[in-house]
């Protein structure tokens, strides 16, 4: 994020790059960059002449190339933004020659999402040498509480803990999903408001008493009766529950109970740090522990891949989301 504060910040500044390739596996970085190239590098007025998307299905690199060789109008430059570039990565060090020598009056924003350019290759060299070459990393799911809180700070919001680590629960690691529905909550709630539970409950459609959450804390305490009837809402609202997803969370739940297990050092710092948890759900999983020995754990944990390949398809073209949803809880429970 610093990184992106400083590249904002010498636009802003006019120490413009010729060539921004922006890349890698979190998008939200790379449209954030090319949005803001594409809103404030030219007015309003030489947008109309000067300014060009363009799109890596329907172009070439040479297409790329010929446009960012061409001269501005009645302008001190021109943008030019490629989208979806990644859709070129077979052909794209044909981007080389122009990256060694590239237009000063040419701002060429290459938008490589989801890949990375090899950087021991010329062509990325050359492109880090005569402009800019960034790289959006994927965050951990630990890293992202703390973006949340990084985020809402900057816009005079604040958020508890239980309700961040909500969104992580629900929404992953997708920092654009994430930034989506706290744009929501800020059209609803006042600036300087605390984002609690309730509000993501009420205004993100996340259901306060079926969901992947509690469903997550009724194993842990080995609340049988919840568990299951969590489960049925699941398997009668396929389309908000999707069984996969649904796996997917237990299934990191009890990896993260092994790891907690094998600790040594069982101080909290350490253990939510290690495990990649939310230290405000700690206790949530030191009752786990005790509910669930090392030897459970991994035999759950060994389930849990077996159902993961069948709510795929393999093996059970008879096994409903219902029946799947109790065969899981039955080898966690017995």
Known sequence: MDEVIKIVNDIKNG??????????????????????????VLSEEEKGFNQTVL???????????????????????????????????????????????????????????????????????VLAKNGLVFESKKLYENQVGEWIKRVLSGKEYAIEPKASAMLVEFLGTDLSKINNELEKLQIILPKGATIFAKDIEENIGFSK?????????????????????????????????????TTSLVFGFFVQLLKYHGLKDKNP???????????YFLKEYDLALKNYPMRKVSQVVASLRDIDVKSKGVGANAMSNSDLLREMLYHIFN
Not at 76 to 84: A, D, M, N, T, W
Not at 90 to 113: F, G, H
Not at 271 to 279: D, E, H, K, Q, S
Request: charged residues 30%; contains cysteine.
């Open 15 to 40: 120490n413009i790059k010729p060539i921004y390739f922006l890349m890698g596996e979190e998008p939200y970085y790379i449209d954030k960059l090319s949005d803001y190239i594409e809103q404030n």
């Open 55 to 125: 799109y890596g299905r329907d172009v070439t690199v040479e297409d790329i190339v010929s446009s960012a060789k061409r001269y501005p109008m009645m302008a001190e430059r021109q943008v030019i933004i490629v989208k979806e570039a990644q859709e070129l990565s077979r052909t794209i060090e044909k981007l080389e020659s122009y990256a060694d020598n590239p237009m000063p009056t040419t701002v060429l924003v290459i938008c490589y999402k989801y890949k990375t350019l090899d950087k021991r290759k010329k062509v990325t060299k």
């Open 209 to 245: 008493d079926f969901n992947v959450f509690e469903l997550r804390k009724a194993i842990g305490e080995r609340n049988q009766l919840k568990a299951y009837t969590i489960a049925e809402n699941f398997a009668n609202n396929p389309k908000d529950n999707p069984m996969v997803v």
């Open 269 to 279: 710092k350490n253990v939510a740090t290690v495990i990649g948890v939310n230290p």
